[in-house]
T-cell receptor, first 114, second 118 residues
Framework: DQQVKQNSPSLSVQEGRISILNCDYT??????FLWYKKYPAEGPTFLIS?????DKNEDGRFTVFLNKSAKHLSLHIVPSQPGDSAVYFC?????????????FGQGTTLQVKP | EAGVTQFPSHSVIEKGQTVTLRCDPI?????LYWYRRVMGKEIKFLLH????????ESGMPNNRFLAERTGGTYSTLKVQPAELEDSGVYFC????????????????FGPGTRLLVL
């Protein structure tokens, strides 16, 4: 039973345009969400996070939106750059007091074309 | 500051053999996690150490897997005997300890060990 799902295995966008990566979750106890970026042969790198008390968090070109009622979050990258090409993982956890275990989605491979 | 390091980067072994993976967390990080990604699927949690104690080992697949963190520094993950389905990329991550009531501290991942069991 997969609690975090990324239904799009891949996404291709043109440089300069917006990339939107989506993630759905089923466990209503999740209250902290993260996005990680992964290049080939490297480990995941933390990108941005959001707690359930917010519906938006922004960091430079990266914005994460959280819709708790829909159990859905998305990552927006504007403008997209070729260096953003990587696998993006959505992850969730039960935050405060939790062990810190992260539940990951399957990942979405983003390709940004020059 | 040095990141999380893992050794070896790759390991190819035969079914039935033993393999030991090592993880060195970021200095000062009390929390250490092991995860595994099989065949391009999701990254799955295996277990969590706080210092030398196992906080959560709910993700360990079976008793062929043994994780240790002696002295609360580096950790090892031993697979004995290895089976074909153990193939995958094993990631280690570490994070700082949190004050009570805080949200998740960022987990920093190592580059992973790619294990292939033939």
């Amino acid at each position: 039973d997969q609690q975090v799902k990324q239904n799009s295995p891949s996404l291709s966008v043109q440089e300069g345009r917006i990339s939107i990566l989506n993630c759905d979750y089923t466990n209503s106890m999740f209250d902290y969400f993260l996005w990680y970026k992964k290049y080939p042969a490297e480990g995941p790198t933390f990108l941005i996070s959001i707690s359930s008390i917010k519906d938006k968090n922004e960091d430079g070109r990266f914005t994460v939106f959280l819709n708790k009622s829909a159990k859905h979050l998305s990552l927006h990258i504007v403008p997209s750059q070729p260096g953003d090409s990587a696998v993006y993982f959505c992850a969730a956890s039960v935050g405060s007091g939790n062990t810190g275990k992260l539940i990951f989605g399957q990942g979405t491979t983003l390709q940004v074309k020059p | 500051e040095a990141g999380v390091t893992q050794f070896p980067s790759h390991s190819v072994i035969e079914k039935g053999q033993t393999v030991t993976l090592r993880c060195d967390p970021i200095s000062g990080h009390d929390n250490l996690y092991w995860y595994r990604r099989v065949m391009g699927k999701e990254i799955k949690f295996l277990l969590h150490f706080v210092k030398e104690s196992k906080q959560d080992e709910s993700g360990m697949p079976n008793n062929r897997f043994l994780a240790e963190r002696t002295g609360g520094t580096y950790s090892t993950l031993k697979v004995q005997p290895a089976e074909l389905e153990d193939s995958g990329v094993y990631f280690c991550a570490s994070s700082q300890d949190l004050p009570a009531g805080s949200y998740q501290e960022t987990q920093y991942f190592g580059p992973g060990t790619r294990l292939l069991v033939l």
